[in-house]
């Protein structure tokens, strides 16, 4: 092998030093950018094609910088520039704010808001676009005064608006967020709309598609092929798609023409990513909103209590913060502590207080459980009203989130559980498949004839899930179609789909339904809503469970008295004097949420504190624990306004085989928590770990 001469090392370094650096994000579990050569085309946007160890990746180039901090002759060259127009400057500045305040790799917020085939350095095949049929003669739908009020507040908005659209189940958002839409294509400008769950999707893309024959409509969630993800990603960036409409990921949308972005059912979890880049579509959306000077709409009929509270008049009272306006305890909250009853006033509240086809909206009864017996888990009340129902040729649902069969079986005997091996919880009996199942790894194994432990014959399913109500409401009701809707019957789109043709096209007498029903859906001919099994969520440890419920009743009740029809809601519960219920009755959010809010208020919880979780998770309790203690005792070096909490082990401590601590950390200032955790991050990454060891920051939290 022939060596390079002096002259030759010499002209390769001189050519080494004139190419611009590039200082790359990827998607590796570091908090830090890759420097490499660039060559010519590469600007900040750019996507490229580097070597990295043994094999190549997808990255973004953030920066061009003269040198680097690396030695030269370490410097490797790109490998290629995807031919992809650079990503925008404003696209960037959102993902370095994400990175920013989630604590979070910016490498690993690029690869996430990049779709599947860009991840991958691929370019999806050019698709024919169809041909444009003649917009069909569409006959607009009167509005009632408060949508029109609402609309005229939307579009005259100039610069960043933040507007919470508070109206209750069938009082007509959609419409107003579609008359929005409508004045933001008029002008030649894009919109965007998220929804929190990929099966509201489809129903809400054929509403759109209807009105907006001629517009481009880019569908972004996890359920859309990887080519038709990453065509809609790059119609937006080119500006070929008028309207986007998808789940959370969809925030990430690059769209040159921004006019007005849509947050639909805004208070449900589903916005908040709960593994990897733990971030809210909400909050994000909303910073996204005012980094580009646009309206924002956020639309409930049960706003969250942190959005909720920014839209009631009020000056803070204590507390940090920068004062710029936001969504939740999130990213743009500044200061969320005002006087008692009063709110931050940073946004504007546009109220639907009648439904948009009926007059009332459904008659909501408590059925006091300690005075009847029940009958196989329903009450003579419910029981009535079911028939009457079938009588009349009119359909029913009965409500109950939890699927399964029953949730254990156990042995009286000796008092074995079906315990998961893998996880600090049970298995659930699924008596249709003969399996008992977790529903938080999907371990599965048979249903044993007899007691593993004793061998006692006589085991029971204890407790009830949709399965067994679906069985028992089969029993007593055989000449009725019973239709059964939870994530076992709708395991896949397609049968989803052919679930909602069922009912909707008369098929199905009783639903039998957990929170899968609850949302968007119209059944004209649903008159009944019945609530089984709501009470254990009133004195759940987690202090947002009565506005989940609160939520979720409000919701699921909505789905009765949607056309002409008039609805009824029927809730079985030991506690019918408990505020939250009588609150339902009197279908009264805003006096259900003031009372939320005192609480939290006195007893120190958002949005009047601001909180982040270090969690860690190992093959064994304590090493998770001592992590955590020697994270604590960095933290407390820090020192600065924060609140440490103790380590201690989560309440589902055991998942997949991994044991789970966490570290609460939380402070009256954003400005002053955000400080902290950048600073306790970098001293995190410095830290010794066992090797099966792993953890991560989860910045306003939902779960615990």
Not at 201 to 208: A, F, I, W, Y
Not at 392 to 405: A, H, V
Not at 566 to 595: K, N, R
Request: charged content about 20%.
């Amino acid at each position: 092998m022939q060596l390079p001469s002096k002259s030759e090392v010499k002209s390769r370094f001189m050519s080494q030093a004139l190419d611009p650096v590039l200082r790359v994000a990827l998607d590796v579990p570091l908090p830090r950018l890759f420097d490499y050569l660039g060559g010519a085309g590469a600007v900040p946007g750019s996507l490229v094609r580097v070597p990295f160890g043994k094999t190549s990746k997808t990255g973004v180039v953030v920066a061009v910088a003269a040198h680097s901090e690396q030695p030269a002759a370490k410097l490797k060259a790109i490998e290629a520039v995807l031919d992809v127009p650079p990503l925008p400057a404003d696209w960037l500045a959102l993902c370095e704010f994400v990175s920013r305040y989630y604590q979070h790799p910016l490498g690993g917020v690029t690869g996430m808001a990049l779709p599947p085939l860009l991840r991958q350095g691929k370019l999806p095949r050019v698709k024919k676009s169809a041909a444009v049929s003649p917009a069909p003669t569409f006959s607009l739908p009167v509005l009632l005064e408060e949508q029109a009020t609402a609309v005229a507040a939307i579009t005259g908005a100039h610069g960043f608006a933040p507007f919470l659209l508070h109206g209750i189940t069938g009082s007509g958002k959609t419409e107003v967020y579609l008359r929005a839409i409508a004045a933001v294509l008029e002008r030649g400008g894009q919109a965007m709309m998220l929804v929190p769950e990929i099966a509201l999707t489809p129903q809400l893309e054929g509403r759109v598609a209807a009105r907006f024959p001629r517009a481009r409509i880019a569908i972004a969630h996890s359920g859309v092929a990887d080519a038709g993800r990453t065509r809609g990603f790059l119609d937006a960036h080119a500006g070929r798609a008028d309207i986007v409409l998808g789940t959370r990921l969809a925030v990430f949308m690059p769209l040159p023409r921004l006019q007005l972005i849509v947050i639909d059912e805004e208070h449900d979890g589903s916005f908040k990513q709960q593994d990897g880049l733990r971030y809210s579509a909400r909050d994000v959306a909303v910073f996204r909103a005012k980094q580009r000077q646009v309206p924002i709409v956020l639309g409930s009929a049960t706003p969250s209590l942190e959005t909720f509270h920014h839209a009631q008049p009020g000056l803070p009272s204590r507390g940090g913060g920068s004062g710029s306006p936001r969504s939740g305890s999130g990213p743009l909250n500044g200061s969320a502590l005002g006087r008692p009853g009063g709110g931050t006033g940073r946004y504007r509240l546009l109220e639907l207080t009648r439904r948009a086809v009926a007059e009332a909206p459904p008659t909501v009864r408590v059925v006091d459980t300690r005075r009847e017996k029940l009958q196989d888990g329903m009450s003579v009340a419910l029981i009535k009203a079911m028939s009457e129902r079938l009588q009349r040729n009119e359909q029913s649902l009965i409500f109950l989130n939890r699927r399964g069969y029953a949730p254990v079986l156990a042995c009286p005997a000796c008092g074995w559980i079906s315990g998961c091996r893998r996880c600090a919880a049970n298995l659930v009996v699924h008596l249709a498949d003969q399996r008992l199942r977790c529903h938080h790894c999907g371990l599965e194994a048979g249903i044993p004839r007899a007691c593993p432990d004793c061998g006692n014959a006589d085991i029971h399913p204890f407790g009830r899930g949709t399965q067994r109500l679906e069985a028992t409401i089969n029993e007593r009701f055989p000449e009725a179609r019973v239709l059964r809707i939870d994530r076992d019957s709708a395991s896949t789109p397609t049968k989803w789909a052919a679930l909602l043709d069922a009912i909707h096209a008369g098929e199905a007498d009783i639903l039998v339904g957990t929170q899968m029903l609850a949302k968007g859906h119209d059944f004209p001919k649903l008159t009944l809503v019945g609530v089984v099994g709501a009470d254990a969520a009133l004195f759940a440890a987690d202090f947002r469970a009565p506005e989940r419920l609160f939520a979720q009743l409000m919701q699921v009740g909505g789905r009765s008295g949607r056309a002409e029809l008039a609805g009824e809601v029927l809730i079985q519960t030991e506690y019918p004097s408990h505020p939250l219920y009588q609150a339902l009755i009197a279908h009264d959010y805003a006096a259900f949420a003031a009372a939320q809010l005192d609480e939290r208020e006195q007893a120190g919880f958002p949005p009047y504190v601001f909180q982040a979780l270090l969690r860690a998770e190992a093959g064994q309790l304590d090493a998770a624990l001592t992590f955590l203690g020697a994270a604590r005792d960095a933290a407390v070096l820090l020192g600065g306004g924060i609140t440490l909490y103790d380590p201690v082990p989560m309440r589902l401590f055991r998942k997949m085989t991994l044991e789970r601590g966490q570290l609460l950390v939380e402070s009256a200032s954003r400005p002053a928590l955000q400080a902290f955790l950048a600073a306790w991050s970098a001293r995190l990454y410095q830290l010794k770990t066992p090797r099966d060891l792993r953890w991560h920051l989860d910045v306003d939290p939902l779960e615990f």
